[in-house]
């Protein structure tokens, strides 16, 4: 029996060697083929004229190449040029830096080879000529005979990066799969859903998608895959979400807010906003029903989060449970350690910290301390999970920052003991149009509401070369009494030679630039007890400056810091870039964020002007996920989402709000997916699950 779970080795024409290729690319069996999509599509039915095409247009030509020729300019460029020609008018075809582009293209024009090329056309700008266009680095295939008409004479897909497969040997590969295995696919969505929303089925839509039979089909197969891939993971997301409220039997708190909030007043200088105030609220009648609480507490850097993690953990003490905070970073850790114990000790609550650094002898006392209930408050990094922490009673988890945890860890954590209410914390990182499909099996509150009097912080891009400048405008900040960060630029390859980089840099700084200063370093490789030190100095005023790594990425909380100076800001990612900004502008002094950089690429530049124009988390998160693409955004490893195969967030909006009603509407009907028609969609959530876990452990 033939079967789209069979071994891609199974298909004739592909051998081991072909097989390891594929695996590169993630493809296993010959289900994975089918599902790898085309993600663009070109009509090849008729092709424009090199004649009629004008600079601005996206094209594709077809031609035979007749000339090659590469040059270097003064600046030491190398310029590659083919001319191809259909008939009698020609475009150049450019490549910069490529010089070993000549050769292939040489032996093209030798054979005269056919050709189909892709681009974006151009004026001619090197050598001025205005009678020839140009497209500089093309996209092109030869496509030589083509008798099977797979690469010609229709709308051919276009796959993704292949890995040293030729787009080519890929269609043919996908045909034959879908020419013998056909009957093997299978239609996972419940034909009622399929009628109401008048999809194509499974079998047409996957034809369509590799091979359409005209733009309608295509248009009608993608948006059927699309409805798919959203369907699915809505009704995972909302099968949890029914377990979330109906099956599992929470620990039922009585809460007054009347109390709580005189509490809180006592011991916080200062009043909270309303978003605060609603927040605490919308948990305190979340956790008085006696069902589990799975709250999202969502809002942008400096919002003020800690305070309603303050409010939820008064809760469960005061109802004689235990809370867990759990941190990122240890070096966030110990921020909220101290922040806490400031607070709550004066109540008489025990606070204490769990990080993985603590030596054997520690950890020991701290888990009996934990076992007997003596502790009320732990925080902690993810060690905290790791090491198995056991509670006498623990009652309320609550994650910061949970964009940095896989989102299957949260669940981790919230099983042990039993069942305790959920709270997950997060700034920006995740649009507001993305929160419902990695987070619609929880309840949000979202903070959308600055603390008042703060000051918008005044964000300028400078080039290296202006780096006295910074530095003279910093001293003068500095001279008023404020403090300075000073991040290092990024370094990817280790961890080692960041915090190389961070000790050279701060060497200089204090050496150098600043020797009247006091001059901090700060970076992943240190123990936690010196970071924890110098964390401390610089809160209490004893450093300046803070030359640092990303590690004061997320949290860190200095209010009187108000200028931090990005060096090469260009190698971080927008989020990253919002993260770092958020240190400063906690106070009521006048802030600053200086990027220095010299970007090399669009894109680099593209992250620059948004920062100087924007402080809005919401909007940066959108343009970093138009930037980067979902998958990138999420950093598969980290979060646990799985990449859309052919779904786009943005482009596809209004289809995920139509999956997630039907899917939650149907989850209401059948919630344990026992209905005959509801098999095969209880298999792709297998499936997909499967993906999800394998993503986590990697
Ligand atoms: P987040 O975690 O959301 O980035 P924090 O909880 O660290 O923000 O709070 C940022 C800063 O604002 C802290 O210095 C905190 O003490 C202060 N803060 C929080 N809430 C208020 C408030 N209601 N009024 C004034 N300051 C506040
Ligand atoms: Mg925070």
Same mark, same amino acid.
């Given at each position: 029996?033939?079967?789209?779970?069979?071994?891609?080795?199974?298909?004739?024409?592909?051998?081991?060697?072909?097989?390891?290729?594929?695996?590169?690319?993630?493809?296993?069996?010959?289900?994975?083929?089918?599902?790898?999509?085309?993600?663009?599509?070109?009509?090849?039915?008729?092709?424009?004229?090199?004649?009629?095409?004008?600079?601005?247009?996206?094209?594709?030509?077809?031609?035979?190449?007749?000339?090659?020729?590469?040059?270097?300019?003064?600046?030491?460029?190398?310029?590659?040029?083919?001319?191809?020609?259909?008939?009698?008018?020609?475009?150049?075809?450019?490549?910069?830096?490529?010089?070993?582009?000549?050769?292939?293209?040489?032996?093209? #024009?030798?054979?005269?080879?056919?050709?189909?090329?892709?681009?974006?056309?151009?004026?001619?700008?090197?050598?001025?000529?205005?009678?020839?266009?140009?497209?500089?680095?093309?996209?092109?295939?030869?496509?030589?005979?083509?008798?099977?008409?797979?690469?010609?004479? =229709?709308?051919?897909?276009?796959?993704?990066?292949?890995? %040293?497969?030729?787009?080519?040997?890929?269609?043919?590969?996908?045909?034959?799969?879908?020419?013998?295995?056909?009957?093997?696919?299978?239609?996972?969505?419940?034909?009622?859903?399929?009628?109401?929303?008048?999809?194509?089925?499974?079998?047409?839509?996957?034809?369509?998608?590799?091979?359409? /039979?005209? /733009?309608?089909?295509?248009?009608?197969?993608?948006?059927?895959?699309?409805?798919?891939?959203?369907?699915?993971?809505?009704?995972?997301?909302?099968?949890?979400? +029914?377990?979330?409220?109906?099956?599992?039997?929470?620990?039922?708190?009585?809460?007054?807010?009347?109390?709580?909030?005189?509490?809180?007043?006592?011991?916080?200088?200062?009043?909270?906003? =309303?978003?605060?105030? =609603?927040?605490?609220?919308?948990?305190?009648?979340?956790?008085?029903?006696?069902?589990?609480?799975?709250?999202?507490?969502?809002?942008?850097v400096?919002?003020? *989060?800690?305070?309603?993690?303050?409010?939820?953990?008064?809760?469960?003490?005061?109802?004689?449970?235990?809370? #867990?905070l759990m941190a990122p970073t240890e070096i966030l850790a110990q921020q909220h350690t101290l922040g806490?114990? =400031?607070?709550?000790?004066?109540?008489?609550?025990?606070?204490?910290v769990a990080l993985g650094s603590l030596t054997?002898?520690q950890k020991?006392?701290?888990?009996?301390?934990?076992?007997? @209930?003596?502790?009320?408050?732990?925080v902690g990094t993810h060690a905290l999970i790791q090491e198995?922490?056991?509670?006498?009673?623990?009652?309320?988890?609550?994650i910061d920052e949970q964009h940095r945890f896989g989102?299957?860890q949260?669940? #981790?954590?919230?099983?042990? @003991?039993? +069942?305790?209410?959920?709270?997950?914390m997060t700034a920006?990182p995740?649009?507001?149009?993305?929160?419902?499909?990695?987070?619609?099996?929880?309840?949000?509150?979202?903070?959308?509401?600055?603390?008042? %009097?703060?000051?918008?912080?005044?964000?300028?891009?400078?080039?290296?070369?202006?780096?006295?400048?910074?530095?003279?405008?910093?001293?003068?900040?500095?001279?008023?009494?404020?403090q300075a960060y000073i991040v290092c630029s990024l370094v990817e390859e280790s961890e080692k030679l960041q915090a190389k980089s961070a000790t050279q840099l701060a060497e200089h700084i204090a050496?150098?630039?600043?020797?009247?200063?006091r001059v901090g370093l700060l970076h992943g490789q240190m123990k936690a007890l010196e970071k924890e030190t110098i964390m401390a100095q610089f809160k209490a005023?004893e450093l300046?400056i803070l030359v640092a790594t990303t590690v004061i990425e997320v949290g860190i909380d200095v209010?009187?810091a108000?200028?931090i100076i990005i060096e090469d800001a260009d190698r971080f990612g927008l989020a990253q870039l919002h993260q770092l900004r958020g240190r400063v502008?906690r106070?009521?002094?006048?802030?600053?964020c200086?990027l220095v950089s010299?970007? *090399?690429?669009?894109?680099?530049?593209?992250?620059?002007?948004?920062?100087?124009?924007?402080?809005? @988390?919401?909007?940066?998160?959108?343009?970093?996920?138009?930037?980067?693409?979902? %998958?990138e955004?999420f950093g598969t490893r980290q979060s646990?989402?799985?990449?859309?195969?052919?779904?786009?967030?943005?482009?596809?909006?209004?289809?995920?709000?139509?999956?997630?009603?039907?899917?939650? /509407?149907?989850?209401?009907?059948?919630?344990?997916?026992?209905?005959?028609?509801?098999?095969?969609?209880?298999?792709?959530?297998?499936?997909?699950?499967?993906?999800?876990?394998?993503?986590?452990?990697s």
């Amino acid at each position: 029996m033939p079967s789209l779970t069979d071994p891609l080795q199974s298909l004739k024409g592909i051998g081991s060697q072909l097989s390891e290729k594929l695996a590169k690319l993630n493809l296993f069996t010959l289900g994975d083929l089918l599902r790898h999509y085309p993600h663009r599509w070109e009509d090849r039915s008729r092709f424009p004229r090199i004649a009629d095409v004008r600079p601005g247009d996206s094209v594709t030509l077809r031609g035979i190449v007749i000339a090659t020729t590469t040059r270097y300019t003064r600046a030491r460029l190398s310029i590659t040029e083919a001319l191809l020609d259909d008939d009698g008018s020609a475009i150049k075809l450019i490549w910069i830096n490529q010089p070993f582009m000549e050769r292939t293209f040489r032996a093209l #024009a030798t054979a005269r080879t056919p050709i189909v090329v892709y681009g974006q056309v151009k004026r001619d700008s090197f050598s001025g000529s205005s009678y020839i266009y140009e497209i500089q680095n093309p996209e092109w295939e030869e496509i030589g005979e083509d008798t099977d008409n797979l690469s010609t004479n =229709r709308i051919v897909p276009i796959y993704p990066a292949t890995e %040293g497969i030729r787009q080519g040997r890929l269609r043919k590969l996908i045909f034959a799969t879908l020419q013998t295995y056909r009957e093997e696919i299978e239609d996972c969505l419940p034909p009622r859903v399929i009628l109401n929303h008048r999809l194509v089925g499974a079998r047409n839509a996957v034809e369509n998608i590799h091979f359409p /039979e005209s /733009e309608p089909a295509l248009i009608a197969a993608r948006y059927r895959l699309v409805f798919e891939e959203f369907f699915v993971l809505q009704t995972l997301l909302a099968l949890r979400r +029914r377990e979330n409220c109906h099956d599992v039997q929470g620990i039922q708190f009585k809460v007054s807010l009347e109390e709580l909030n005189a509490q809180i007043a006592q011991i916080v200088p200062f009043q909270l906003t =309303r978003a605060q105030q =609603r927040a605490i609220a919308e948990i305190a009648q979340n956790i008085s029903t006696g069902r589990a609480m799975n709250r999202l507490v969502q809002g942008d850097v400096g919002s003020g *989060k800690t305070m309603v993690a303050l409010g939820a953990m008064l809760m469960a003490v005061q109802n004689g449970y235990q809370a #867990a905070l759990m941190a990122p970073t240890e070096i966030l850790a110990q921020q909220h350690t101290l922040g806490l114990e =400031r607070l709550l000790e004066p109540l008489g609550i025990k606070v204490e910290v769990a990080l993985g650094s603590l030596t054997a002898k520690q950890k020991l006392a701290l888990r009996e301390r934990l076992l007997s @209930g003596e502790t009320q408050v732990v925080v902690g990094t993810h060690a905290l999970i790791q090491e198995g922490m056991d509670f006498a009673r623990l009652g309320m988890v609550i994650i910061d920052e949970q964009h940095r945890f896989g989102v299957l860890q949260r669940q #981790a954590l919230a099983r042990k @003991g039993t +069942r305790p209410h959920l709270l997950v914390m997060t700034a920006t990182p995740i649009p507001r149009t993305l929160t419902m499909t990695l987070y619609g099996d929880l309840d949000v509150s979202v903070l959308d509401e600055l603390p008042p %009097g703060r000051k918008p912080i005044k964000t300028h891009w400078r080039t290296p070369d202006k780096r006295s400048l910074v530095y003279s405008a910093t001293q003068k900040l500095i001279e008023e009494g404020r403090q300075a960060y000073i991040v290092c630029s990024l370094v990817e390859e280790s961890e080692k030679l960041q915090a190389k980089s961070a000790t050279q840099l701060a060497e200089h700084i204090a050496k150098s630039v600043f020797p009247q200063y006091r001059v901090g370093l700060l970076h992943g490789q240190m123990k936690a007890l010196e970071k924890e030190t110098i964390m401390a100095q610089f809160k209490a005023r004893e450093l300046d400056i803070l030359v640092a790594t990303t590690v004061i990425e997320v949290g860190i909380d200095v209010p009187n810091a108000s200028v931090i100076i990005i060096e090469d800001a260009d190698r971080f990612g927008l989020a990253q870039l919002h993260q770092l900004r958020g240190r400063v502008g906690r106070g009521e002094h006048a802030s600053y964020c200086i990027l220095v950089s010299d970007p *090399k690429t669009a894109d680099g530049q593209a992250r620059m002007e948004i920062m100087t124009e924007t402080q809005d @988390g919401f909007r940066i998160a959108e343009e970093d996920l138009r930037l980067r693409g979902p %998958g990138e955004f999420f950093g598969t490893r980290q979060s646990g989402m799985p990449e859309f195969a052919i779904a786009d967030i943005f482009q596809d909006m209004a289809i995920l709000q139509e999956t997630r009603e039907t899917a939650f /509407e149907l989850v209401e009907r059948d919630p344990e997916l026992a209905r005959p028609e509801h098999q095969p969609l209880s298999k792709a959530i297998d499936r997909l699950k499967e993906r999800i876990g394998q993503v986590h452990v990697s």
